[in-house]
């Protein structure tokens, strides 16, 4: 059978170029980096190496504004509470945000609402994309700071970071962007970009697991998250991981490098893809179809639940996911799916399918045989397929 | 979240799905907000289950309690049917994830639903036979 991981936005398989690049760092290179002796020293060159390369493949303006973390949540926690807790003191208690932002924005915000703080969430309409015009409107004297994602990581849907940014810049209000998803996908530039705060993670990217960091502009007022010893300019204590922050400057390295000629593939296959199964009836594309991450499909089939989908892709060799929270222990259905507007029955048929460099016209044909054949099985028992057929009738 | 091979084994290969053309009991249980519909179609003869089937919109595991609960009552007389708990459908099944547990709940009060529906069919208030 041909096994397919579909998967990539949830991680991605380790390259093996990036590996090669970190072993020596587990190994021989093992020293602390905060040590005087050569061991130590080498590690430390490789760690300010990685920082520079990395502020420059995001457009920051100096190394010393990267700061490593432990991935895309802390990031995105030490960015939201660091600049409010900074904040609070001189008066600012309210933060601008999405509604479809992932959890560890939105449960971040949902904490400082209990230290006084006022979150306001933005539309993401139905297509899901947040409306500058929107985040302007909403920006009041005692506005801290304003963070909206730079790719959704359900539905894909690139946001209008430039124009938020040069909302946020003219009303002198900061503004964080959660790009997990995109990095890699789009062409980031936090100077250009007007952008205070930048999360990232390296898994997603064919990096390894555990390694993130937070791009904090020079002058941005930030409390500090993680206390302890003097690490990355006394902001963030730990000792640095020195092979994933390589592993994470040769991971972005490779995905700058070849991104234009990637994302042109991936998109092919995806609107490929869209195409054929948009030919199931009662199908939906969630999010806008051309402001979107060239490797995501996300879709709705109504009558059908979406964990039954994606068992029964996974026996038939196709690894995927769904913005269906039965998975995640809640009755609910995806807040993403939720926030642009889909009714709760609909939402819970979805299907996201994410794909990487390695995804081939082949794999793509398979999917488009197989779900059609997945959908139908299940709408054969489903009595609320079979409701809405009857409906159709009348 | 992992699933037991049985109820993978009972979503792979559901037991007893369809409909029953004048059954002589239907249940339906659970709505589609929630992401979870069964609906048992029972034909009762001599006051046993001759033949069950059903139909449901849910997870892995809502189809699975299905198949399951299905199984369990065939054969079985009208009133054991009435005894059938949530709690023997999961032990049949060898355990399901703590958030799915309301599946198994669901089942039960189908295959309930079903059975009231033939007991009020025959004129009989369902509501004193079962037990609360």
Known sequence: MREIYADNSATTKLSPAVLEKMLPYLTEVYGNPSSIYRVGGRAKEALEAARERIAKNLGAARPGEIYFTSGGSESDNWAIKGVARALKKKGKNHIITSKFEHHAVLHTCESLEKEGFEITYLDVYENGIVRPADVAAAIRDTTALVSVMYANNEIGTIQPIAEIGAVCRERGVFFHTDAVQAAGYVKIDVTAQNIDLLSMTAHKLHGPKGIGLLYVRRGVPIETLIHGGAQERGKRAGTENVAGVVGLDAALQIAVDGMEARNKKLAALRDRLIDSLLQIERSRINGDRVSRLPNNVNMCFEGIEGESLLLKLDFNGISASSGSACTSGSLDPSHVLLAIGLPHEIAHGSMRLSFSEETTEEDIDYIARVVPEVVTYLRNMSPLWEKIKKEEEL | ?132
């Open chain 2, 1 to 132: 979240m992992v699933y037991s091979e049985k109820v993978l084994d009972h979503f792979a290969n559901p037991r007893n799905v369809g409909e029953i053309e004048n059954a002589d009991g239907i249940g339906e249980v659970g709505n589609s907000k929630c992401g979870d519909i069964m609906k048992m179609y029972i034909k009762v003869e001599d006051g046993t289950i001759s033949d069950v089937k059903f139909k449901t919109f849910g997870c892995g595991a809502a189809i699975a309690t299905s198949s399951m609960a299905t199984e369990l009552i065939k054969g079985k007389s009208v009133d054991e049917a009435l005894q059938l708990t949530n709690k023997a459908v999961m032990e049949a099944l060898d355990g399901l994830p703590p958030v799915k547990v309301h599946c198994s709940v669901l089942a039960e009060e189908a295959i309930k639903a079903a059975v009231s529906d033939y007991y009020e069919k025959q004129g009989i208030d369902p509501e004193i036979l079962i037990e609360k």
